[in-house]
């Protein structure tokens, strides 16, 4: 189903992949300029997996749900790792950051991935991200990795062809980091309580201390408690 294209090095194969057709991907050693959200930067150094797919934009409010179960099923197949999705975007082990995941649409929809493998993690990141050589104690295979995040991708997009979109909710639950404690800063407030829920719309629902659910669209998570995690 995916073609895939690989570069040395590029300034984002998020901006690359824009160029390319659907069912494309775009898969770069290196990024000069990888982007997160609210246009932060994204370390990129040489060993991690950097790449972008080129989708339709039906349903692009799933795409990074999917991204984020494949990634998270990747790992646990190829290195026996368990990690954890963050809401929205995010992939930890423990409260350190292992990958991120960007979705743009436009026209189409690119779905941007950036794994923490192989990389060196900055010196000013060591406290906030991780990468899986760290936790192994060894170098990984990235090939392996990205065959079987797309092996997974593909999977999924099936499902959502088929319009099983519970199965994709129920699937990024298994993974997620329900039930932490948190804290959630949106552009005019701060909640405290538990990650609680997700919807229908990938929106994720706060609990806080009193009972009262909060539905959150659009925020900056911070753990408070650490999801289970481990080899």
């Given at each position: 189903?995916?073609?895939?294209?690989?570069f040395e090095r590029l300034?984002?194969?998020?901006?690359?992949?824009?160029?390319?057709?659907?069912?494309?991907?775009?898969?770069?050693?290196?990024?000069?300029?990888?982007?997160?959200?609210?246009?932060?930067?994204?370390?990129s150094g040489k060993g991690?997996?950097?790449?972008?797919?080129?989708?339709?934009?039906?349903?692009?409010?799933?795409?990074?749900?999917?991204?984020?179960?494949?990634?998270?099923?990747?790992?646990?197949?190829?290195?026996?790792?368990?990690?954890?999705?963050?809401?929205?975007?995010?992939?930890?082990?423990?409260?350190?950051?292992?990958?991120?995941?960007?979705?743009?649409?436009?026209?189409?929809?690119?779905?941007?991935?950036?794994?923490?493998?192989?990389?060196?993690?900055?010196?000013?990141?060591?406290?906030?991200?991780?990468?899986?050589?760290?936790?192994?104690?060894?170098?990984?295979?990235?090939?392996?990795?990205?065959?079987?995040?797309?092996?997974?991708?593909?999977?999924?997009?099936?499902?959502?062809?088929?319009?099983?979109?519970?199965?994709?909710?129920?699937?990024?639950?298994?993974?997620?980091?329900?039930?932490?404690?948190?804290?959630?800063?949106?552009?005019?407030?701060?909640?405290?309580?538990?990650?609680?829920?997700?919807?229908?719309?990938?929106?994720?629902?706060?609990?806080?201390?009193?009972?009262?659910?909060?539905?959150?669209?659009?925020?900056?998570?911070?753990?408070?408690?650490?999801?289970?995690?481990?080899?």
């Amino acid at each position: 189903m995916f073609k895939t294209y690989y570069f040395e090095r590029l300034s984002s194969t998020t901006d690359k992949a824009k160029e390319f057709g659907i069912n494309s991907v775009i898969i770069a050693r290196e990024q000069s300029e990888g982007k997160g959200r609210f246009e932060r930067s994204w370390s990129s150094g040489k060993g991690g997996i950097y790449l972008s797919i080129v989708l339709g934009k039906d349903n692009a409010n799933y795409l990074t749900f999917i991204a984020a179960i494949s990634v998270c099923r990747a790992v646990r197949d190829v290195c026996r790792i368990k990690t954890r999705i963050k809401w929205p975007n995010d992939i930890i082990f423990g409260k350190k950051k292992l990958c991120g995941i960007l979705t743009e649409v436009s026209k189409k929809a690119v779905v941007g991935i950036g794994v923490n493998t192989n990389n060196k993690i900055p010196r000013s990141l060591e406290k906030k991200a991780v990468s899986l050589d760290e936790i192994r104690g060894k170098e990984v295979d990235n090939k392996r990795i990205i065959k079987s995040l797309l092996k997974h991708f593909e999977h999924y997009l099936e499902e959502l062809k088929a319009r099983n979109y519970s199965k994709i909710i129920e699937d990024w639950k298994k993974d997620s980091f329900l039930g932490s404690e948190i804290k959630v800063k949106t552009i005019d407030k701060e909640y405290s309580g538990t990650a609680h829920d997700v919807d229908s719309d990938c929106f994720l629902i706060l609990k806080d201390k009193k009972g009262k659910k909060i539905r959150i669209v659009e925020g900056d998570v911070l753990l408070e408690t650490v999801p289970e995690a481990g080899l």
